[in-house]
């Protein structure tokens, strides 16, 4: 009977993965993730830098009527002002957590300088900064007034111009985009994409020198070739983590097209079936270059701590966009941004870092996408020759470099 | 039937396998015998095509071994592993559809196989919560779940208890019977001798000598004699007849010369000492191995 040996390899290694728990809980946590990815960012960004909305602030050496003034135009903050006179009273009920906040204005608010505010943290900026805007705003209206302008010519000679920011995208279609937010979306999801490549590329090389380790492999080259070994768990691993990621898609456009629309969330444009689409493929990619290399070095090691060992300069590749990914979003056109969204190793999660931000033309996506597949080419059959040779080695430990020397002679 | 011709495999500066030659026939039990380290496991790994051979050919029914034909061969590799966190019904599940067989009758020969080995409680278990000696034996099984026509085992026995020892030797040989081609491994000589009827030994890569078991003891063993006795048997060891001596506590085991008078040997034996037993017997494959061995290792040092 003809048989497809790697698809029963990679059916073993498929349903081996997808019954443990570990792959259910990450699998059903994935979602989650994802909607406190398109959740959160709002709801940061609402809640700024977290002020307390009713805090109690002490104001001393201020007039009575000028408090009023003082706190009608707190009223949107929600902070209460607390008048006093005895200013080291005021900090021991500050200290006593009866006030959040003191503020001590040194003299006539006309002529003054500078006021101080007495803070438990010195870094509830948020606070002292409104504080500063709204008595700023307050001394100079006085003085103007002191000047002999009216209220109206006032308003019009203080009106501060706003700022809206706008991202033009290629679409054309402009939106107002918050900075923050785009950082979030983009470093979650860039984060969930180098976390499942780890994931899953350090699996098949463990997966591998399991075999090894645990004298199982001979069982295995007695029945079919290596090739067809490596490709079935390759494969089946690989399928486990489409499936994976299909669960999740299939969660994100839940989120999107359903759940989003009937709470009336606004979500984060990061969160669109496009991107949805080119994480899966940057993860395919990303999936097999990785794999493809993990497994020849599962082969090649002697044990899981030695898989470790050589595996190091891989995951260097890993890492290196994750530091990097600020000045990325910041500035997704940079060369150095360029660069790395060439070089395989590291293009899947800088390239789609980009696509987060700022959707890069048609043919450096295709560009991307050609050095992908012909590295995943080259690599696969590289990978194939070290690990036809390294997976009867045992009792030794070789270095990268014996192993590169493997793919030149082998025979 | 396989068949080798001046197989070689050197790694690196070491010849693993020097010009090595035989042939295996179907129901016959062919033991491939030879110390650790011999080049026993490298010539079995050659005839199942995981190493390729640096020269020589391998023919299996006169062609070369094609992938294919894998699935007509059990294999029990000398270095035993399962899968410890698979289940016992999975795991032989698995390991046959491998070798290409319908899951329906590898069923009916794992169920066989389980009970054969009192193993039917424990289809469901994992590996893991398998003792030792269980687990050898879901080992041996995965040889021969697909029912293969040849049979490789590299140390059969190695970790069974003298019952499932017994019982699986039975089994062997029930497969013999049936026409099928055992190749079997081991270094230790009493298994290979009640069971083999042709051997072939190797040392350093290389054949020390091959042939049926009883051609190979009448040209390479002395033959011994074994006595019982009580009072100073000292004197023995310049006894003309006597080759070598092998003391024990009750009784001492005597290599004879070749053509050495043994009716003289016993009247020189009753002289001095009062002789119980008095017994020649065939020399054991264990002895011939052991000088053989010798003989090999002083030209060398």
Same mark, same amino acid.
Not at chain 1, 125 to 132: D, G, I, K
Not at chain 1, 309 to 330: E, G, T
Not at chain 2, 195 to 205: A, D, E, K, Q, W
């Given at each position: 009977?003809? #048989?497809?040996?790697? &698809?029963?390899?990679?059916?073993?290694?498929?349903?081996? $993965?997808?019954?443990?728990?570990?792959?259910?809980? #990450?699998?059903? !946590?994935?979602?989650?993730?994802?909607?406190?990815?398109? =959740?959160?960012?709002?709801? $940061?960004?609402?809640?700024?830098?977290?002020?307390?909305?009713?805090?109690?602030?002490?104001?001393?050496?201020?007039?009575?009527?000028?408090?009023?003034?003082?706190?009608?135009?707190?009223?949107?903050?929600?902070?209460?002002?607390?008048?006093?006179?005895?200013?080291?009273?005021?900090?021991?009920?500050?200290?006593?957590?009866?006030?959040?906040?003191?503020?001590?204005?040194?003299?006539?608010?006309?002529?003054?300088?500078?006021?101080?505010?007495?803070?438990?943290?010195?870094?509830?900026?948020?606070?002292?900064?409104?504080?500063?805007?709204?008595?700023?705003?307050? &001394?100079?209206?006085?003085?103007?007034?002191?000047?002999?302008?009216?209220?109206?010519?006032?308003?019009?000679?203080? &009106?501060?111009?706003?700022?809206?920011?706008?991202?033009?995208?290629?679409?054309?279609?402009?939106?107002?985009?918050?900075?923050?937010?785009?950082?979030?979306?983009?470093?979650?999801?860039?984060?969930?994409?180098?976390?499942? #490549?780890?994931?899953?590329?350090?699996? !098949?090389?463990?997966?591998? =020198? #399991?075999?090894?380790?645990?004298?199982?492999?001979?069982?295995?080259?007695?029945?079919?070739?290596?090739?067809?070994?490596?490709?079935?768990?390759?494969?089946?691993?690989? &399928?486990?983590g489409l499936l994976q990621y299909a669960l999740w898609i299939a969660a994100g456009l839940l989120i999107i097209l359903v759940i989003g629309p009937v709470l009336d969330i606004s979500l984060p444009s990061g969160l669109n079936p496009v991107t949805l689409l080119f994480l899966l493929l940057f993860f395919l990619a990303a999936f097999l270059l990785y794999a493809s290399v993990y497994a020849a070095l599962g082969a090649a090691a002697e044990d899981e701590q030695n898989l470790g060992q050589l595996a190091w300069p891989l995951i260097l590749f890993l890492v290196i966009p994750m530091i990097m990914i600020s000045p990325i979003v910041m500035n997704p056109s940079s060369g150095f941004a360029l660069v790395l969204s060439y070089f395989p190793l590291t293009a899947p999660v800088v390239m789609f870092t980009r696509v987060l931000v700022s959707m890069p033309k048609a043919w450096e996506l295709l560009l991307c996408f050609a050095v992908l597949a012909a590295s995943i080419a080259l690599t696969v059959r590289a990978a194939a020759k070290v690990f036809r040779v390294g997976i009867l080695m045992t009792g030794k430990r070789f270095t990268l470099k014996e192993i590169a020397v493997w793919v030149k002679h082998d025979k | 039937m396989i068949e080798l011709k001046q197989v070689t495999k050197t790694y690196g500066e070491r010849r693993a396998v020097d010009r090595i030659s035989f042939q295996t026939r179907e129901g016959e039990i062919f033991g491939l015998l030879g110390p650790n380290g011999a080049g026993k496991t490298t010539t079995i790994r050659m005839i199942m095509n995981i190493i390729a051979p640096d020269s020589g050919t391998i023919l299996f029914d006169g062609k070369p071994l094609g992938e294919a034909d894998k699935q007509r061969i059990g294999y029990l590799p000398e270095e035993r592993g399962l899968y410890r966190k698979n289940r016992v019904n999975d795991l032989l599940l698995y390991l046959g559809r491998l070798k290409g067989k319908p899951a329906d009758e590898l069923q009916r020969n794992i169920d066989y196989w389980l009970d054969f080995f009192e193993l039917s409680d424990w289809k469901h278990s994992k590996v893991e919560e398998l003792s030792k000696g269980m687990a050898q034996k879901v080992q041996f099984i995965t040889s021969v779940v697909h029912d293969p026509e040849i049979l490789f085992f590299d140390e059969p026995f190695s970790g069974l208890d003298p019952v499932s020892t017994d019982a699986l030797r039975d089994a062997v040989q029930e497969m013999a019977k049936q026409g099928k081609t055992v190749l079997f491994s081991t270094h230790i000589m009493e298994q290979a001798e009640k069971i083999c009827s042709r051997i072939f030994l190797i040392n350093g890569g290389r054949e020390v000598v091959s042939g049926p078991i009883d051609s190979v003891k009448d040209r390479f063993g002395h033959r011994c004699v074994t006595v019982e006795y009580s009072g100073d048997a000292s004197f023995v060891q310049a006894l003309s007849q006597v080759e070598d001596v092998a003391w024990y506590p009750k009784y001492l085991e005597i290599t004879l010369k070749d053509n050495a008078d043994t009716d003289a040997l016993l009247r020189e034996l009753v002289k001095h000492l009062s002789v119980r037993r008095f017994e020649i017997v065939a020399p054991s494959l264990h002895r011939i191995f052991v000088d053989l061995m010798g003989r090999q290792r002083r030209p060398q040092s």
């Amino acid at each position: 009977m003809k #048989i497809n040996r790697t &698809a029963v390899i990679a059916g073993h290694e498929f349903r081996g $993965i997808t019954s443990t728990k570990a792959f259910v809980i #990450i699998t059903v !946590i994935g979602p989650f993730l994802i909607l406190a990815v398109s =959740v959160l960012p709002g709801l $940061i960004a609402q809640r700024a830098d977290g002020a307390p909305s009713d805090a109690r602030i002490g104001i001393a050496g201020m007039d009575t009527e000028l408090i009023e003034v003082f706190q009608d135009s707190l009223k949107e903050t929600g902070f209460t002002l607390v008048p006093g006179e005895d200013l080291e009273q005021m900090k021991q009920m500050m200290l006593d957590d009866e006030l959040y906040g003191l503020l001590e204005i040194p003299g006539d608010l006309v002529q003054v300088q500078e006021f101080i505010y007495y803070s438990k943290t010195g870094t509830d900026a948020s606070v002292f900064e409104t504080l500063r805007a709204v008595l700023g705003n307050m &001394a100079v209206t006085l003085r103007m007034e002191e000047a002999g302008l009216d209220s109206r010519q006032i308003r019009e000679l203080s &009106a501060l111009p706003g700022i809206s920011v706008r991202r033009l995208s290629r679409s054309g279609v402009e939106e107002s985009r918050d900075m923050f937010s785009i950082i979030v979306t983009a470093v979650s999801f860039v984060m969930l994409l180098y976390m499942t #490549i780890l994931l899953y590329g350090q699996m !098949i090389g463990r997966s591998i =020198v #399991i075999e090894k380790t645990s004298k199982t492999v001979e069982i295995l080259l007695s029945s079919a070739r290596a090739k067809e070994i490596m490709f079935g768990k390759i494969l089946g691993i690989g &399928a486990a983590g489409l499936l994976q990621y299909a669960l999740w898609i299939a969660a994100g456009l839940l989120i999107i097209l359903v759940i989003g629309p009937v709470l009336d969330i606004s979500l984060p444009s990061g969160l669109n079936p496009v991107t949805l689409l080119f994480l899966l493929l940057f993860f395919l990619a990303a999936f097999l270059l990785y794999a493809s290399v993990y497994a020849a070095l599962g082969a090649a090691a002697e044990d899981e701590q030695n898989l470790g060992q050589l595996a190091w300069p891989l995951i260097l590749f890993l890492v290196i966009p994750m530091i990097m990914i600020s000045p990325i979003v910041m500035n997704p056109s940079s060369g150095f941004a360029l660069v790395l969204s060439y070089f395989p190793l590291t293009a899947p999660v800088v390239m789609f870092t980009r696509v987060l931000v700022s959707m890069p033309k048609a043919w450096e996506l295709l560009l991307c996408f050609a050095v992908l597949a012909a590295s995943i080419a080259l690599t696969v059959r590289a990978a194939a020759k070290v690990f036809r040779v390294g997976i009867l080695m045992t009792g030794k430990r070789f270095t990268l470099k014996e192993i590169a020397v493997w793919v030149k002679h082998d025979k | 039937m396989i068949e080798l011709k001046q197989v070689t495999k050197t790694y690196g500066e070491r010849r693993a396998v020097d010009r090595i030659s035989f042939q295996t026939r179907e129901g016959e039990i062919f033991g491939l015998l030879g110390p650790n380290g011999a080049g026993k496991t490298t010539t079995i790994r050659m005839i199942m095509n995981i190493i390729a051979p640096d020269s020589g050919t391998i023919l299996f029914d006169g062609k070369p071994l094609g992938e294919a034909d894998k699935q007509r061969i059990g294999y029990l590799p000398e270095e035993r592993g399962l899968y410890r966190k698979n289940r016992v019904n999975d795991l032989l599940l698995y390991l046959g559809r491998l070798k290409g067989k319908p899951a329906d009758e590898l069923q009916r020969n794992i169920d066989y196989w389980l009970d054969f080995f009192e193993l039917s409680d424990w289809k469901h278990s994992k590996v893991e919560e398998l003792s030792k000696g269980m687990a050898q034996k879901v080992q041996f099984i995965t040889s021969v779940v697909h029912d293969p026509e040849i049979l490789f085992f590299d140390e059969p026995f190695s970790g069974l208890d003298p019952v499932s020892t017994d019982a699986l030797r039975d089994a062997v040989q029930e497969m013999a019977k049936q026409g099928k081609t055992v190749l079997f491994s081991t270094h230790i000589m009493e298994q290979a001798e009640k069971i083999c009827s042709r051997i072939f030994l190797i040392n350093g890569g290389r054949e020390v000598v091959s042939g049926p078991i009883d051609s190979v003891k009448d040209r390479f063993g002395h033959r011994c004699v074994t006595v019982e006795y009580s009072g100073d048997a000292s004197f023995v060891q310049a006894l003309s007849q006597v080759e070598d001596v092998a003391w024990y506590p009750k009784y001492l085991e005597i290599t004879l010369k070749d053509n050495a008078d043994t009716d003289a040997l016993l009247r020189e034996l009753v002289k001095h000492l009062s002789v119980r037993r008095f017994e020649i017997v065939a020399p054991s494959l264990h002895r011939i191995f052991v000088d053989l061995m010798g003989r090999q290792r002083r030209p060398q040092s």
